[in-house]
């Protein structure tokens, strides 16, 4: 039932919220969408320039091949996250003795700092004289070093660096997940005669089904976002293989100069920076859409 | 229910003002040299103490090799100067532009800038510099004629006023590991490109099996890769070097495309050092340094490198780089010349700003700059007079009669693939030649045209150019 007072109770709490992501969401986000409509490299004049930055945009092939690469490196990253940190959640979920220390190992990687692990994997994957290479060599596996970050095997390595620094981060919630299954639904199961298989089959997977499809999300939308650890590692080489539409963004809006001067492209950057929300956006409402079922606990 | 939502209301407003003047007494607190003067200005005339007279100016550097040297400066400036001026000194990093911009936009910007050739134009257009022509008047008037051959259009002097002045410059020269050139049976520095690819070849077939390649650059960023090098062999064979036709005044990649040639020679032969297409050039320093690599490209800063940062013991040596043919018809160019301080337009204390940068180009510190190796002295006067720095291997890069400044080319930004990027996808992937340089001109001039209508860039073409006649010594 309507209340005034409640009303204003929760205006309250909200307030600081509602401030804060209008000062800093929704002010800078005008702003950009200002911008989408200009040439402005960031000083002097805004030139107005209708929609010129959406057809630069169109023809832009260098930004639809980073969107081409961000598809291939999310999947890969997805197809080796969701998987194997559901498995070691189920794993760590059983009660043995260190399961509290295997924990902490496999989310520590959440809480390194990206652009520091990704200089050591950068030196850990170099083709000359990486640890690698010298291992796989040491035990004759291979003849001549991989280029691990040359044009052909450098996407690989880049998806396997972020599946393993995100790995520990979704078994961890994927371990609180498991955790709110009642233990009365295996016990059942048990003396029904089902068998591990069996019950992960049909207890622990529907049981999850909503945190699922939540951390499911979660991943989709970082692993579309995600750029530093190939900034680091790459910078979206060797010629452009690694470049995905973060990256590509970050480098119209912040240009670092290696010798000449470098222009912002502000006005441009919007434009991308526009196309990229859409993107992202539109991916999670499909994913969001086919996966109704999934909030669904039977 | 009032009362509880009067209270409730007034806990918020409350906490609003506190927020508030806790924000005050930051800002206050930020800016302390502009409250003291503008707070302690009445009383300074009534007790004419001398620290009412203090003033602060402040001065942003990212040169970090330099220092504890300009520290020094600093301290005995602060300490002799009958002004009363204080510098305090701020040393940045890599984001060094953006925190210009930031500081800038919240009005608490420098005094005094670090200009190089990455920032100075910028800097410029986004008016953040003021001219220094008044102050080169008077007792000045020397300093015209001691700096007048390193005060260059786009440079240094924009729209006819001048905005900084030179103190070092860098040389491009190439680096070689004479001892595996020696192994390779290779007596001397190639000279021509194709000296140079056959160079490599020998140095990669002689110790590739201990891991040794004849040639490496910094390929993780192909612009900055080529920039330090396919610029230099340019210059030296009469062209600009960032593919910008002087003669036309306007851009014609043709002949960076036969140097590209060379380069992918190499790199389908085998002689550049496996993975070089992520290699930063820090990683290739150690490489190089570790004695892995014959040669490569770069900047008058590797003696400085390899004296503290990557100590070798390798026998190494900068050596001019090679011209497309063997022959010289031009100069090798001295890059980031022509700027060292600048000061800020909206500085409140201008005057002071410029006594401090009168001192920073005094004679004897331009001077010892040099013979420290902290750059190479341009300015005639101090490079006749300087000694030559005592750091290993600075001997191949100084200026001799091979090098010079060149004309600039215009700031623009096409659209599409970098010169960079293109022309390293070519060298690795192969491609139409042609049709790379066809289109990397088109777009360039495409965005210069519409530069020069937008008046953000004016373009002269210098039909009698002879890059011949650029002599700096």
């Known amino acids: ?298 | 229910m009032l009362k509880k939502w009067f209270s409730l209301s007034l806990s918020v407003v409350l906490a609003v003002v506190l927020t508030a003047c806790g924000s005050n007494n930051a800002e206050s607190s930020k800016e302390p040299a502009t409250a003291s003067t503008s707070s302690e200005a009445p009383s300074a005339s009534a007790s004419a103490s001398a620290s009412a007279e203090k003033k602060v100016i402040k001065y942003w550097t990212d040169d970090r090799h330099d220092q504890e040297y300009i520290k020094e400066l600093i301290s005995q400036f602060n300490s002799s100067n009958p002004d009363n001026i204080e510098v305090e000194l701020t040393v940045l990093s890599e984001n060094f532009n953006q925190s210009v911009d930031i500081a800038f936009s919240s009005n608490q910007a420098p005094d005094v800038l670090r200009l190089k050739s990455a920032n100075t134009e910028l800097f410029y257009k986004k008016g953040y510099l003021t001219p220094l022509d008044d102050y080169l008047t008077g007792e000045n008037e020397g300093m015209k004629t001691k700096f007048s051959t390193g005060i260059i259009d786009n440079v240094n002097r924009f729209g006819g006023k001048l905005y900084s002045l030179p103190n070092t410059g860098l040389t491009l020269r190439l680096v070689y590991n004479k001892d595996l050139f020696e192994k390779a049976g290779i007596t001397s520095p190639p000279v021509s490109l194709q000296e140079m690819v056959d160079a490599a070849k020998k140095i990669t077939e002689a110790g590739k099996k201990d891991g040794i390649y004849g040639f490496a650059l910094n390929f993780k960023n192909p612009k900055s890769a080529f920039d330090r090098s396919v610029r230099e062999i340019l210059s030296l064979s009469g062209h600009q070097g960032l593919g910008f036709d002087l003669k036309t005044g306007k851009f014609d990649f043709a002949p960076y495309a036969r140097v590209i040639e060379y380069f992918k020679q190499m790199y389908d032969d085998g002689s550049i050092l496996p993975g070089a297409e992520t290699l930063d050039i820090d990683p290739l320093r150690a490489q190089f340094a570790a004695g892995k690599i014959g040669m490569y490209l770069s900047f008058s800063t590797e003696p400085g490198v390899y004296k503290d940062q990557f100590p070798t013991d390798i026998n190494w040596g900068g050596a001019i780089a090679p011209s497309i043919d063997g022959t010289q018809l031009g100069t090798s160019e001295i890059v980031s010349a022509g700027t060292w301080l600048g000061i800020n337009e909206k500085s409140e204390n201008k005057d002071a700003a410029w006594k401090f940068m009168a001192y920073m180009y005094g004679d004897d510190i331009q001077t010892t700059y040099h013979e420290k190796g902290f750059g190479i002295a341009i300015v005639p006067s101090i490079a006749a007079k300087a000694k030559n720095p005592d750091i290993k291997g600075m001997e191949g890069f100084l200026v001799g009669k091979s090098d010079s400044l060149w004309p600039v080319s215009p700031t623009i930004t096409p659209e599409g693939l970098n010169y960079g990027d293109a022309f390293f996808k070519y060298m690795i992937s192969g491609g139409d030649l042609q049709k790379i340089t066809d289109d990397l001109n088109t777009r360039y001039n495409a965005a210069l045209t519409a530069a020069v209508a937008k008046g953000d860039v004016n373009v002269t073409a210098l039909p009698d150019f002879d890059p011949s006649k650029l002599q700096a010594k």
């Open chain 1, 1 to 298: 039932m309507f209340s005034w007072r409640r009303l204003q109770e929760n205006s309250l709490f909200l307030f600081p919220s509602v401030i804060l992501t209008l000062v800093l969401g929704i002010y800078p986000l005008l702003w950009m969408l200002r911008f989408m409509f200009y040439d402005y490299p960031g000083y002097g004049d805004e030139l107005f320039v209708g929609l010129d930055n959406f057809e630069r945009l169109a023809r832009d092939s260098e930004f639809w091949k980073s969107v081409q690469n961000t598809f291939v490196f999310a999947a890969g990253k997805l197809l080796i996250t969701i998987p194997l940190s559901l498995l070691l959640a189920v794993l760590l979920n059983k009660s043995f003795r260190g399961r509290n220390l295997l924990r902490a190992v496999y989310f520590m990687p959440t809480i390194i700092s990206t652009a520091v692990i990704s200089v050591v994997f950068y030196i850990i994957f170099n083709s000359y004289n990486g640890m690698v290479n010298q291992l796989l060599m040491k035990y004759h596996l291979i003849d001549q070093p991989v280029p691990w970050l040359g044009p052909k095997y450098a996407m690989l390595t880049v998806i396997l660096v972020a599946a393993w620094g995100a790995v520990g981060n979704y078994m961890l919630l994927f371990l609180a997940g498991l955790q709110s299954i009642p233990q009365d639904l295996y016990e059942s199961a048990s003396i029904d005669g089902a068998n591990a298989v069996q019950r992960f089959r049909y207890i622990t997977i529907p049981m999850l089904g909503p945190i699922m499809q939540i951390i499911i999300m979660l991943a989709i939308i970082a692993s579309l976002k995600g750029y530093e650890s190939i900034m680091v590692m790459t910078d979206g080489g060797p010629i452009g293989k690694t470049e995905v539409m973060y990256l590509y963004l970050y480098k119209l809006l912040f240009p670092v100069p290696t010798g000449p001067p470098v222009e912002q492209q502000l006005g441009y950057g919007s434009a991308v920076g526009f196309a990229t929300a859409i993107i992202v956006g539109l991916i999670t409402a499909i994913y969001y859409f086919m996966t109704k079922k999934m909030n669904k606990v039977f």
